[in-house]
């Protein structure tokens, strides 16, 4: 019986279920994750052309200065807005997980900064950081062994 | 023309997102993860480079890259240390965006109040 209830349930919520617009949203995240992308491809052409970055080191005060940007849009309450509307536009970039940093730190100072600020400012982030650090840990360990072993290049 | 080809792969690593949310019906945690690891695979298999290469920032500037630049310092030190230094290397390149996002959301939480 309370089997039957349950897949009643299920039923009924996903009738309820607003239908999400997919074409609405992966258009809109399309072209603001593309835009994001284009400022970046803008600060890095600034960096390579007006200070002494090349192609592989322009990528990290490009990255910086994108992050920066998102916490202070994040700070005065703008990014948010953008991200209701962009979805993965906005999350995606790596000015999402500046903005999941900093929407975390800002949220719980009520707590104190300590464990407030300091504990729960990778509340979001963390998982993108333990989960990529695991991953890289073991697709380098791989890679390594093999280059030892002398089958891979 | 990098400028055209950072703006359509850019936006279609946002959309590959948005799909893993929407079809997928991932919360945004899940799909950055899912993302970032297989930003590591890929790079594991030498295929990002190709891609940063291609599309500039529209490959550097998603969360991809930084699975792609963890794997990339890891294996950076292990080439000069051996295995100890994939420990030592796998921030090295990530270093400056994760420093900065930890610095400024500090002081952004010092200068703003929660709103809401």
């Known amino acids: ?153 | 023309m990098i400028f055209l080809w950072a703006f359509i792969v850019g936006g279609l690593i946002c959309v590959i997102g948005q799909l893993l949310m929407d079809v997928g019906k991932l919360t945004p945690a899940h799909t950055l993860a899912a993302l970032v690891v297989s930003g590591a695979v890929l790079d594991g298999l030498g295929i990002y480079e190709r891609l940063i290469d291609f599309a500039g920032a529209g490959a550097t500037v998603p969360i991809t890259s930084f699975g792609n630049h963890l794997v990339h310092g890891a294996m950076q030190e292990a080439e000069e240390n051996g295995i100890i230094g994939i420990l030592t290397g796998i921030f090295e390149v990530t270093s400056s965006g994760i420093s900065a996002a930890i610095i400024f959301s500090f002081i952004a939480a010092l200068i703003f109040k929660p709103k809401g």
């Open chain 1, 1 to 153: 019986m309370s089997q039957n209830n349950k897949t009643h349930y299920q039923q009924l919520s996903s009738q309820m279920e607003p239908k999400r617009p997919l074409l609405i949203n992966c258009f809109n995240a399309f072209w603001i994750g593309g835009l994001i992308c284009v400022v970046g491809q803008c600060l890095q052409w600034f960096f390579i052309h007006y200070f002494d970055f090349n192609e592989q080191t322009a990528g990290d005060p490009t990255v910086a200065v994108l992050i920066i940007l998102a916490i202070l849009l994040t700070g005065l309450g703008v990014y948010d807005k953008f991200a209701q509307f962009a979805g993965a536009g906005t999350a995606v970039p790596v000015t999402g997980f500046a903005n999941a940093m900093s929407s975390a730190a800002i949220e719980h100072r009520t707590e104190g900064f300590v464990l407030g600020v300091g504990g729960n400012m990778f509340k979001l982030a963390g998982s993108v950081i333990v989960y990529g650090t695991v991953a890289a840990f073991v697709i380098a360990l791989i890679r390594t062994l093999l280059a030892q072993g002398g089958i891979a290049p």
